[in-house]
């Protein structure tokens, strides 16, 4: 079986691309550790591609450097980066069969033909693919295509993973489902993978760590969970999960407040009068009229503006204010008691003070 | 010499690495356009033997062709051919290539194919061809026999060109405008036919060059009166070398040049939109 | 009926090309007394005169055919890898030519390859060859001619096939660990021979009915099936002969074409074209 033998940690400093006056990447930094999963999460245009090509060696950086372990990498051609890659379109060589694809960077090493058959069959059973060797690629599905070109990068052993949202070409169902043999993949190969997607969902899903970029620059580097839980701006916690986001004053005691609810207390020591509460649509609860505000629990009162009942689910745009909505989404009981509510009706919303997510407005 | 250094391509192979392929393609680009603009100085020489470079400078070419009445009017000839066969050609080649393009019918494969067979057949074919059937109903020598052939010519040319114009345009915006209540006909003209303008202009130039630069089939089916300036030039060259012909190429190399940067600028704006 | 559009295009085409066709197919079965007879077909196969047109037509379309592969593949490649409006400006260079005129062209390697041509005096000047060599009214003359004729032929379709080649495919033959040289061999050129084999195929069909240039530059030392056709109507005014020559031509293009079409899908590269 596929040893996962030493995979290498990837070191980034202080690495720039300027394409005329455009900063595609900013004097970016990134360690990435030895086999770890790491997503580059973006929107298009961010530079999560220019980036995952610097490493691949498919552009040349203005500056900064690119480090494999100890070996700098920033001026090695590509044919010597020992990297496997899985392109967007799978870059299958058409020409050639399922198995020759797969054999082309053993042969390209003097692998003897025994070993590299040997090799390729093994690769084929690890994507699934086990009698698929002799077929041509325009015979293949999408998700055919999508494991054959996995089996391309990784049969020669390479011990740093990189993959250009590959899974962007695949319907739904084929998506969620190849990203957990995906994540199982890895775990067995144990090699260093980046892995660049647009797609936040996919990202939390299948992430050690996810570092969030927008206009060349990082956003925010950490786990699935903290990124989740606590954005670090407006944009990644934009980008990532649905929220609202209300716009809170500080006081002279140190007290956030939106309009005149309070929020949050203690944070006269930091700088900044406005601040952001960013709200998760999940967090927030439908609370009786009766229930009054504590320590614990903020109320939001609103009017409903749309109310949509959906089976399951039900849902409510609620109106706090002239300029701010929350949604929220709850499950129907049998008792119907969702039905009676209309638009119109009043909504009152509750929030725990301890599942607020509260950031620092940025001034623009 | 950074450019050297830089990147030429995916494999990140270096424009250095290169030079030995810019070197070549150099020298071939150098050999196709020498030869086809060598007549230009050639057509200034004095002398009355093709001489390169000329030794004496002079426009007594160009004031014999002038002067002829001969040169002249198989000049007016072929203008006059060229333009009929653009006025016939481009309708005619555009109507087949939208028919075929947009039906669905299963012949419309076969017509292609079929429409093309003037290029693949070889010319001296066409050539005999015509000038024994022409023989035999009269149409030899004549404008109309010529114009005729050369559409023929030009009809395949002016469809490979539309049909490639079609492609890149979205189909669409025709049944938006039909569901809108234009007929077909109206839709094709109010909505596709401005969108390819510069496709179908560039045909029209084109089909104009086909027929003023053909040879073959003018050297068979056009003769006296009505003797094309390629049928002239033909005898010229192989009876006696006149250096006529010189400044006569200089004006057909202009008239190419011309039409082909027309059609140039015309892609150009086509692509912008 | 939306197909009636392409009617006039259709009746031009029978009119000029298949009735003349047709014509030139029934007038080879005619003998010299006006009786129907396969003699102008047994007279090619007998007379040795004939045979030799053929190979010379053969041997001329082969040669000018590979002449053009090994000028134009590398000029098409270097086309290829450059950004789009660069290579529309240097394309000129191929296109200029396609579009003067074949008479122009001819005439002017006419006076290129004579004894005191420009060829032979840069040459000489350079050191190749000492005394002027002959080059034109001869074999050497029309192979030059025509390949000069016939290369934009190859390189327009093969530069079309070359810039459909999906750039990922040579990243990834990189990434794979391939060198450059090897990508080029391994992943490119196998890619691009289609394109290749569609544009050697126009040249080598449109060599085989070729008339002004070898008429021009062969000086009659170069005989080849269309110069002989015209040389039979001229001198003899024998239609069956030179029908019969006509349609033996026509059918070994069609043959070749057929096969041609059954390797690759010819559609593409018509579309591509242009």
């Not at chain 1, 997607?197 to 570092?211: F, G, N, P, V």
């Not at chain 2, 030794?55 to 006059?80: G, N, P, V």
């Amino acid at each position: 079986m596929i040893d996962s033998s030493k995979a290498l940690p990837i070191v980034i400093r202080g690495l720039t691309k300027k394409y005329g006056s455009l900063y595609a990447l900013d004097s970016v930094d990134l360690d990435v550790s030895s086999g770890e999963f790491l997503t580059l999460l973006g929107p298009s245009g961010s530079g999560k591609t220019t980036l995952l090509m610097a490493i691949a060696g498919f552009n040349r950086p203005d500056s900064g450097s690119i480090r494999f372990g100890d070996t700098e990498m920033i001026l090695a051609p590509p044919h010597r980066r020992e990297v496997g890659m899985v392109f967007q379109n799978y870059a299958l060589f058409p020409h050639m069969t399922v198995a020759e694809n797969i054999a082309f960077p053993l042969k390209l090493r003097r692998i003897g033909s025994k070993e590299s058959r040997q090799r390729v069959d093994e690769a084929l059973s690890t994507v699934q693919l086990s009698d698929l060797g002799g077929r041509r690629i325009d015979q293949l599905s999408g998700g055919q295509m999508q494991r054959v070109a996995l089996a391309r990068a990784f049969v020669f052993r390479p011990r740093i993973l990189l993959m250009d949202e590959p899974l962007s070409a695949l319907d739904k169902k084929l998506r969620e489902q190849m990203q957990i043999e995906l994540k199982q993949l890895h775990r067995k190969l144990g090699v260093t993978t980046v892995y660049v997607t647009h797609d936040q969902r996919e990202a939390l899903t299948m992430s050690d760590r996810i570092a969030v970029i927008n206009h060349g620059r990082f956003e925010q580097i950490e786990t699935p969970q903290a990124i989740y839980n606590a954005p670090a701006n407006p944009f990644v916690a934009d980008f990532i999960g649905e929220s609202a986001m209300l716009p809170m004053k500080r006081n002279s005691s140190g007290d956030l407040f939106y309009q005149d609810l309070l929020i949050a207390s203690g944070y006269s020591e930091l700088s900044g009068e406005e601040w952001l509460l960013v709200i998760r649509p999940e967090r927030l609860f439908a609370v009786q009229d009766s229930t009054p505000a504590s320590d614990q629990t903020i109320i939001f009162t609103g009017v409903i503006t749309e109310f949509v009942y959906q089976g399951e689910t039900a849902f409510a745009l609620v109106s706090i204010s002239d300029q701010h909505n929350l949604s929220i989404r709850f499950g129907t009981d049998s008792s119907g008691s969702q039905n009676l509510m209309r638009n119109g009706d009043t909504l009152r919303l509750g929030l725990k003070r301890s599942e607020t997510i509260i950031i620092p407005k940025p001034s623009t | 010499m950074g450019f050297w250094k830089k990147p030429a391509s995916e494999t990140q192979i270096t424009h250095g690495d290169r030079l030995w392929l810019y070197v070549v393609a150099l020298v071939i680009m150098l050999l196709l356009i020498i030869p086809t603009v060598i007549v230009v100085p050639m057509s200034f020489s004095d002398s009355q033997y093709l001489e390169f470079p000329p030794s004496h400078w002079s426009l007594r070419w160009y004031e014999e062709y002038f002067d002829s009445a001969k040169w002249i009017r198989s000049t007016m000839t072929s203008f006059q051919i060229g333009v009929l066969t653009m006025l016939v050609a481009t309708p005619l080649g555009t109507m087949a290539a939208y028919a075929l393009y947009v039906s669905e019918h299963r012949a419309a494969r076969t017509i292609f194919v079929f429409l093309i067979t003037p290029m693949i057949v070889p010319v001296i074919l066409i050539a005999i061809g015509t000038f024994y059937v022409f023989g035999q109903l009269g149409l030899n020598n004549t404008i109309g026999g010529l114009v005729l052939a050369h559409t023929s010519l030009a009809t395949p040319l002016v469809m490979i060109i539309i049909t490639a114009a079609l492609r890149t345009y979205d189909l669409n915006q025709e049944r938006v405008a039909r569901s809108l209540g234009a007929s077909r006909l109206k839709a094709f003209f109010l909505i596709t036919l401005p969108q390819i303008r510069f496709s179908i202009l560039t045909a029209a130039l084109l089909s104009f060059l086909t027929s003023f630069d053909e040879v073959i089939i003018s050297i068979f089916i056009s003769g006296g009166v009505n003797a094309t300036l390629t049928k002239q030039m033909f005898s010229a060259l192989r009876d006696y070398i006149d250096p006529t012909i010189a400044a006569i190429s200089t004006i057909m190399v202009f008239i190419s040049t011309t039409l082909l940067l027309a059609t140039q600028f015309f892609k150009a704006r086509q692509e912008k939109k | 009926m939306l197909l009636g559009l392409a009617a006039p295009s259709i009746l031009i085409i029978i009119a000029v090309i298949m009735i003349p066709l047709g014509w030139l197919f029934y007038l080879s079965l005619i003998g010299k007394g006006g009786e129907f007879s396969l003699v102008n077909y047994q007279k090619m196969i007998e007379y040795k005169s004939y045979a030799r047109v053929y190979l010379t037509t053969f041997e001329v379309s082969f040669l000018t055919t590979l002449v053009c592969i090994l000028i134009g593949y590398p000029l098409a490649y270097f086309l290829a890898q450059l950004p789009q409006r660069m290579a529309g400006i240097f394309m000129l260079t191929v296109l200029l030519p396609f579009w003067t005129s074949l008479l122009v062209r001819t005439y002017a390697w006419l006076v290129l390859l004579q004894k005191k041509g420009l060829l032979n005096e840069f040459a000489i000047q350079i050191g190749l060859w000492e005394t002027p060599v002959k080059l034109v009214h001869n074999m050497t003359g029309t192979l030059i001619g025509m390949a000069h004729i016939m290369l934009p032929f190859l390189v327009l379709p093969l530069y079309g096939a070359m810039r459909r080649i999906e750039p990922d495919l040579m990243r990834a033959a990189a990434n794979l660990g391939a060198k450059p040289v090897q990508v080029f061999w391994k992943v490119f050129f196998p890619m691009s021979l289609p394109g290749m084999v569609a544009g050697s195929l126009i040249v080598f069909v449109l060599c085989l009915g070729f008339y002004v240039t070898p008429a021009v530059l062969g000086g009659g030392r170069v005989v080849m099936v269309a110069t002989q056709i015209t040389a039979i109507l001229e001198n003899q005014f024998n239609w069956g002969a030179a029908s019969a020559l006509g349609v033996v031509l026509l059918i070994a293009t069609l043959i070749i074409l057929y096969l041609a079409g059954r390797l690759l899908k010819l559609d593409n590269v018509l579309f591509g074209r242009n």
